[in-house]
């Protein structure tokens, strides 16, 4: 896209990313689309799986970490019987066992899985080591020792039943492999299994439902297209929200603290409702607007002060935003 042609739009895309698609190459493609001049995402999609991936554009870019962190859902296809060497469709058939699974067994043993537990990640992954992915020292036949990592799986439960391959629901912290999951699943059932299909349903307190697909874009006019994006401060609205008056709003803009004291006398807070997030917050923060309910930015609230940590360009001129909790 020919930089003239990009606008510095701001907002977040609920974007249903389709099968075989990069979460890059869809992320240009949406780029081009809204004729955005500045683009990121909120944590990849592998190409084997579709669903929700958010995408941030302008000063949405600068919240974008508040998704990362959160807790994620997805639906999985398991296929039992055949494990690969990705633990996923795209790898070779290692090896094939006989199925004898009954439904109550299988639902037995997704309870086992169910809490706190340590996960080694898979070669075929973007981790790095040496400072090269392991992806790519698992193509050239390569394995090399990887530290276990502490992931958390909130929910499992069955959503359709098939003696060979059954679909699940997944809720689960960040940094969980779901083909992972599925490799110990079918390991602990005795048969083997490895991922078959995998579509993402949500991130944090957004839902596949919100979302909109790239041929649904493509068929809207450009200004159709940008009022399918949320509002920036859509990814903070687990936050409690403040409002200041002109003057603290002022020194905030400008990147100084404000007395929490004064604040607490000026501002309405509201908290509200969203999954639970698997890495707690270790200080507070809050999402801080101006009187007209424009976002001005997030700061730290702690020891007295609000502490400005990420601020909105241009938050004098911006239009107010749309209410979110």
Known sequence: MRRAAADPID???????????????????????????KAGHTGTLDPLASGLLPLTFGEATKFSADLLEADKEYQATLELGVTTST?????HVLERRAVDVVRAQFE?????FVGQQQQVPPMHSALKHEGRPLYELA????EVERAPRSVRIARLALVEWDGHRPKIEVECSKGTYVRVLVQDIGAALGCGAHLQALRRTRVGHLRLEQATSLAELEKLELAGRRQRLLPV???????????????????FGHGQRVARSQAEVLAREERVSTPAQSTPVQLPRVRVYDAQGRL???A???????????????????APVRANG
Do not use: C, I, M
């Open 233 to 251: 401060d859509f990814l903070l609205a687990s936050l409690a929200r403040v409002t200041l008056d002109e003057g603290a709003a002022t020194r």
């Open 11 to 37: 907002g977040v895309l609920a974007l249903d990313k389709p099968l075989g698609v990069s979460s890059n190459l869809a992320l240009q493609a949406a780029r081009r689309l809204l004729q955005a001049r």
């Open 300 to 318: 730290r609230d702690g020891a007295g002060w609000l502490e400005p940590t990420r601020l909105v360009a241009q938050a004098g001129t911006q």
């Open 296 to 298: 001005l930015g997030v």
């Open 87 to 91: 633990g996923d469709a795209e790898g």
């Open 108 to 112: 037995a043993v997704l309870l086992r």
């Open 139 to 142: 193509r050239q036949g390569q």
